[in-house]
């Protein structure tokens, strides 16, 4: 068992036999963040990676442009001073940062299964919006073919569970840059995109996003907002991840399982 896991009796039921066994499941707990002494937002999250993740979560929300903007960040156990209990990550911008208040109004509880509830309509959601992507290096299809298999030979925590999403960057080689898990995908996105900017990579102009689900719009934003432009998915894409990928100018690939792929923006970007 480790930080990211539990323990928890279960009974499995089998071809009609019962036995009783212990399993490993992946932790779900709130993170709350707070900015500038005011609560910010709640996700519930995997523990690991917090600081990666409030990084990532200030950047992709626009709320900085640039990890510098940060005075001070630290991690913490939170006590009940905003009427919750759980983890809390507490952040501080230099004094010159100003905050758009309407940049960052949303509910105060994001579940971790969607990066965007309590946002008011797509025009809140696109916040800071990038430029349309027009360059970035091609990726040849027999490499796209194996990044699935790349990505699970790198999970640690889904090898335990079973129940954890990853996003992971990728050079047009085929060298794994970075992975990140979490129950959340939105909070996988962020905990990478985060990993990146305190390593001091972002843009990431020459790499590759590869999340373990499906494309949802959340995915597709957050990865223009750290200009990506390759986003591949082993699962769907919705239609609005299609549509602001086309917008972009990312190049959006989605159904990776075994020797095929669906391309649906920017195909000229696989070789």
Same mark, same amino acid.
């Given at each position: 068992?480790?930080?990211?896991?539990?323990?928890?009796?279960?009974?499995?039921?089998?071809?009609?036999?019962?036995?009783?066994?212990?399993?490993?499941?992946?932790?779900? %707990?709130?993170?709350?963040?707070?900015?500038?002494?005011?609560?910010?937002?709640?996700?519930?999250?995997? &523990?690991?990676?917090?600081?990666?993740?409030?990084?990532?979560?200030?950047?992709? %929300?626009?709320?900085?442009?640039?990890?510098?903007?940060?005075?001070?960040?630290?991690? @913490?156990?939170?006590?009940?001073?905003?009427?919750?209990? =759980?983890?809390?990550?507490?952040?501080?911008?230099?004094?010159?940062?100003?905050?758009?208040?309407?940049?960052?109004?949303?509910?105060?509880?994001?579940?971790?299964?969607?990066?965007?509830? =309590?946002?008011?309509?797509?025009?809140?959601? %696109?916040?800071?919006?990038?430029?349309?992507?027009?360059?970035? &290096?091609?990726?040849?299809?027999?490499?796209?073919?194996?990044?699935?298999?790349? #990505?699970?030979?790198?999970?640690?925590?889904?090898?335990?569970?079973?129940?954890?999403? /990853? /996003?992971?960057?990728?050079?047009?080689?085929?060298?794994?840059? =970075? #992975?990140?898990?979490?129950?959340?995908?939105?909070?996988?996105?962020?905990?990478?995109?985060?990993?990146?900017?305190?390593?001091?990579?972002? &843009?990431?102009?020459?790499?590759?996003?590869?999340?373990?689900?499906?494309?949802?719009? %959340?995915?597709?934003?957050?990865?223009?907002?750290?200009?990506?432009?390759?986003?591949? /998915?082993?699962?769907? &894409?919705?239609?609005?991840?299609? @549509?602001?990928?086309?917008?972009?100018?990312?190049?959006?690939?989605?159904?990776?399982?075994?020797?095929?792929?669906?391309?649906?923006?920017?195909?000229?970007?696989?070789?």
């Amino acid at each position: 068992m480790s930080a990211d896991t539990m323990t928890a009796s279960v009974q499995t039921i089998e071809r009609g036999f019962s036995s009783s066994r212990s399993d490993l499941l992946a932790i779900e %707990e709130p993170l709350q963040f707070c900015l500038n002494g005011s609560p910010l937002s709640i996700t519930m999250r995997s &523990p690991g990676s917090d600081l990666d993740l409030a990084v990532g979560f200030l950047f992709t %929300e626009g709320i900085i442009d640039d990890v510098g903007q940060i005075l001070s960040m630290r991690a @913490e156990s939170a006590d009940d001073t905003f009427g919750n209990s =759980g983890d809390r990550v507490t952040i501080r911008l230099r004094p010159e940062i100003a905050i758009d208040p309407g940049r960052i109004r949303r509910n105060f509880y994001t579940s971790s299964s969607c990066g965007v509830c =309590g946002k008011r309509g797509i025009g809140a959601i %696109e916040i800071r919006p990038a430029l349309p992507m027009q360059s970035g &290096p091609q990726f040849h299809a027999d490499l796209i073919y194996r990044l699935p298999d790349l #990505l699970r030979r790198a999970q640690e925590s889904f090898d335990r569970t079973g129940g954890i999403h /990853a /996003a992971a960057l990728f050079s047009p080689e085929g060298a794994l840059l =970075g #992975l990140r898990e979490d129950v959340g995908r939105h909070n996988a996105v962020d905990k990478l995109i985060g990993f990146a900017l305190r390593d001091g990579t972002v &843009p990431l102009g020459d790499s590759l996003i590869l999340v373990s689900g499906r494309a949802g719009f %959340e995915l597709v934003q957050k990865s223009v907002m750290a200009a990506i432009p390759v986003l591949a /998915a082993v699962g769907a &894409p919705s239609s609005l991840a299609v @549509e602001v990928a086309q917008r972009f100018g990312m190049t959006l690939v989605g159904f990776l399982r075994g020797q095929r792929f669906n391309i649906y923006s920017g195909n000229w970007r696989i070789e």
